[in-house]
């Protein structure tokens, strides 16, 4: 069995699993109908903490400095991630709050996409 034979077989075989996975509800997709509209966000380096309330799919840095975010929690010297300029970052959970703040002695912007629930 040559690799391009393999790689289809294992790629039908993925498939097969997933959908079985999909069908007894173990695997789900989420889905949502309605989104919230959130402008592009001004970051200082104090942080910000911005009520979200839905399913957080999306952090994008448009300005030219990067930013650090927590979802429900606030930003500590370890417990953060960081999305840089030109880069977003999708994020996949749902949240009541998200906390941003650019470092110290910046200003950056940053654009969020919200799924409600």
């Keep these: 069995m040559g690799s391009v034979e393999l790689y289809s077989f294992l790629r039908k075989s993925l498939g097969i699993i997933q959908k079985k996975l999909e069908e007894e ?5 989420s ?4 989104h919230r509209f959130m402008p592009v966000l001004d970051v200082t380096d ?3 903490c911005v009520d979200v309330r839905g399913f ?3 952090v994008k840095v448009t300005g030219d400095y990067p930013v650090y975010f927590n979802l ?7 417990e953060y991630a960081v999305v840089f300029p030109g880069s977003y970052i999708v994020v996949n959970r749902l949240a009541n709050k998200l906390c941003l ?3 110290t002695g910046y200003t950056t912007s940053v654009k969020v996409d919200v799924l409600r629930w």
Excluded: F, M, Q, W
């Design 56 to 58: 957080v799919y999306k």
């Design 25 to 29: 509800g173990v695997l789900t997709l």
């Design 31 to 34: 889905v949502s109908l309605e």
């Design 101 to 103: 703040k650019a470092p």
């Design 72 to 78: 429900d929690r606030p930003i500590t010297d370890n």
């Design 46 to 48: 104090r942080e910000t």
